[in-house]
């Protein structure tokens, strides 16, 4: 559904390079996209595991193309055709609060068993699923935020290893508040650090 972040009459999303066709923006985003994972693989953003480190590796991912690349989305959001309906964007930053507090709170997922620790993660993923802070990118960010909290704590999730298909799927039963099959999937991809 077209909104202020897309051309007039268009879904595509306006960009720096003016691409209106979005078949050509989505090749540019996923090269500019590859080039900001090898960015961040190089130097990781620093990880203070916050909503503003969120932000940062959002930035490195997406700010070469969008001009709100980090920024709180200023339009409402549905994931489509899942039911599942996120923040409002006048609670976002209060919603974040939460969301990244609580991760706080459960020391960053440290010490936590394989098992343990992949059900938290689909638990706090769910989280950020429903906060959706971003108007385009949001899994992505999520993803590469989720593997330096992985690292953080001691384990690496192999995401190769996963159908995205099925991960989609089962973030969005995250979302709804039932996180039991992403954390199955996340506990079969989900090792000690080597």
Same mark, same amino acid.
């Given at each position: 559904?077209?909104?202020?972040?897309?051309?007039?009459n268009s879904e595509v999303l306006r960009n720096k390079f003016s691409l209106v066709d979005q078949f050509g923006l989505s090749r540019v985003e996923n090269g500019l996209v590859e080039l900001g994972l090898a960015s961040l693989a190089a130097a990781p953003a620093d990880p203070t595991f916050t909503f503003g480190h969120l932000q940062a590796i959002h930035r490195r991912l997406f700010g070469?193309?969008?001009?709100?690349?980090?920024?709180?989305?200023?339009?409402?959001?549905?994931?489509?055709?899942?039911?599942?309906?996120?923040?409002?964007?006048?609670?976002?930053?209060?919603?974040?609060?939460?969301?990244?507090?609580?991760?706080?709170?459960?020391?960053?997922?440290?010490?936590?068993?394989?098992? #343990?620790?992949?059900? $938290?993660? +689909?638990?706090?993923? *769910?989280?950020?699923?429903? &906060?959706?802070?971003?108007?385009? @990118?949001?899994?992505?960010?999520?993803?590469?935020?989720?593997?330096?909290?992985?690292?953080?704590?001691?384990?690496?999730?192999?995401?190769?290893?996963?159908?995205?298909?099925?991960?989609?799927? #089962?973030?969005?039963? $995250?979302? +709804?508040?039932?996180? *039991?099959?992403?954390?199955? &999937?996340?506990?079969?991809?989900? @090792?000690?650090?080597?």
């Amino acid at each position: 559904m077209p909104d202020r972040y897309t051309y007039p009459n268009s879904e595509v999303l306006r960009n720096k390079f003016s691409l209106v066709d979005q078949f050509g923006l989505s090749r540019v985003e996923n090269g500019l996209v590859e080039l900001g994972l090898a960015s961040l693989a190089a130097a990781p953003a620093d990880p203070t595991f916050t909503f503003g480190h969120l932000q940062a590796i959002h930035r490195r991912l997406f700010g070469e193309l969008y001009e709100w690349a980090g920024t709180f989305r200023q339009t409402d959001r549905a994931a489509r055709g899942t039911g599942v309906v996120h923040c409002r964007p006048e609670f976002l930053e209060s919603a974040a609060d939460d969301v990244f507090g609580a991760l706080k709170t459960e020391d960053f997922l440290t010490g936590l068993d394989r098992d #343990a620790f992949a059900v $938290a993660v +689909a638990r706090h993923w *769910g989280a950020m699923a429903v &906060l959706d802070p971003f108007r385009d @990118g949001n899994i992505r960010s999520q993803a590469v935020f989720l593997e330096q909290l992985a690292r953080s704590a001691g384990w690496s999730i192999n995401w190769g290893a996963l159908d995205p298909d099925w991960v989609k799927e #089962a973030r969005m039963g $995250a979302a +709804a508040g039932n996180p *039991g099959l992403l954390g199955k &999937l996340l506990a079969r991809a989900t @090792g000690p650090l080597p």
